[in-house]
């Protein structure tokens, strides 16, 4: 048995401290501008699940930037593009509709993490639309959105993932993502100034 082990939530928060207070007005319950922007950026994402005997399972999904499409404020579409049939994420969500998504962009320190419900389908109609090369999914997962936040630099960062900043056209800024998040209560322009700096100096 660890001696050290942290098991009591108020030992865990005195170690840490209280959370920035802009972690805590980020969070949004729907998909705003910026946070479909960077959706429709990212060609990478990956998708958590959990099955009936509580195991947990990341997935990752890729295609073309926008292969995750935006249905509406508060639904997405992921297809299930050709793989080994093994199908885990599929059976899992089958046992547990709760998923999360985390999106990444090549270039983006920042990331996108979405948690939500999700259903399989066979619509037809959603399949064709996001076949590609003439071949539809077989499969097409709707996922109910129930949050979403912009994840901060600094992972990316440390791991040196990107190298050179170089975010493509059409990605928000952190700065943007926040400042519709918050309805205006951090100035884009300013965040991201002062950014690069921040990260630096609280790296570790």
């Known amino acids: 048995m660890d001696p050290h082990a942290v098991t009591e939530l108020t030992a865990l928060e005195a170690l840490y401290g209280p959370a920035n207070e802009r972690s805590l007005l980020k969070v949004r319950r729907d998909l705003d501008g910026p946070s479909r922007a960077f959706i429709a950026a990212s060609p990478f994402c990956v998708l958590s699940t959990r099955g009936a ?55 983006v320190g920042e990331t996108l993490r979405v948690g939500g419900t999700a259903r399989i389908t066979t619509d037809p109609m959603l399949r064709a639309a996001l076949a590609h090369g003439g071949r539809e999914p077989a499969t097409v997962l709707r996922i109910a959105v129930e949050e979403v936040f912009m994840q901060c630099s600094r992972a990316v960062v440390r791991a040196g993932l990107w190298g050179e900043r170089r975010p493509p056209p059409g990605a928000p800024t952190a700065g943007q993502l926040l400042a519709s998040a918050t309805g205006g209560k951090v100035d884009a322009a300013s965040y991201d100034a002062e950014l690069p700096g921040r990260v630096r100096e609280t790296l570790y």
């Open 53 to 107: 005997d509580g195991r947990l399972h990341g997935s990752p999904r890729g295609d073309a930037p926008g292969f995750v499409a935006v249905l509406s404020d508060t639904e997405l579409a992921l297809p299930d593009r050709r793989g080994n049939n093994r199908i885990d994420a599929l059976r899992d969500i089958i046992a547990d509709p709760h998923v999360a998504l985390l999106f990444l962009i090549p270039g």
